[in-house]
Nanobody, 121 residues
Framework: VQLVESGGGLAQPGGSLRLSCAAS????????MGWFRQAPGKGREFVAA????????YYAEDVKGRFTIHRDNAKNTMILQMNSLKPEDTAVYYC???????????????WGQGTQVTIAS
C-alpha cells in the first residue's frame, strides 16, 4: 500500500488549497477513503471521508461547508478542495482508507508523509 499526499502549502486566511492523494498497491475502488490532519502538538483527527461509490461523503463539523472531498476511482486519486481556509486549518494532512461504517476510523496504521498546510497572513 502506498499513499502519497500533495498539494499543501502556504495560503492566506480565506484562501483555497487543493490536496491530492495518489493511491497504489491496493484496489482503490473497493475502499472508502478519508483525509485526516494533525496540527502541531495535537493528535491526528478526522477531516472528511468518501465511500467507494464516489458519492457518499462525510465531514468533520469544523470543515463542513468549506471543504469538499472527491475521488476518481479510474485514476486511483482522491482530492480535498479546501476553501475559506482558517489559521486553525494549519496541519499536516494525510489520507488513508477508512472503515466503511466507522468512517472516522483509519484502516491502516501505516501513513504517508502527509502534506503541510499552513494558513497565515
Amino acid at each position: 500500500v502506498q499513499l502519497v499526499e500533495s498539494g499543501g502549502g502556504l495560503a492566506q486566511p480565506g484562501g483555497s488549497l487543493r490536496l491530492s492523494c495518489a493511491a497504489s498497491g491496493f484496489t482503490f475502488s473497493e475502499y472508502a477513503m478519508g483525509w485526516f490532519r494533525q496540527a502541531p502538538g495535537k493528535g491526528r483527527e478526522f477531516v472528511a471521508a468518501i465511500k467507494s461509490d464516489q458519492l457518499t461523503t462525510y465531514y468533520a463539523e469544523d470543515v463542513k461547508g468549506r471543504f469538499t472531498i472527491h475521488r476518481d476511482n479510474a485514476k486511483n486519486t482522491m482530492i480535498l478542495q479546501m476553501n475559506s481556509l482558517k489559521p486553525e486549518d494549519t496541519a499536516v494532512y494525510y489520507c488513508n482508507a477508512v472503515d466503511d461504517f466507522y468512517y472516522t476510523r483509519p484502516l491502516w496504521t501505516s501513513w504517508g508523509q502527509g502534506t503541510q498546510v499552513t494558513i497565515a497572513s
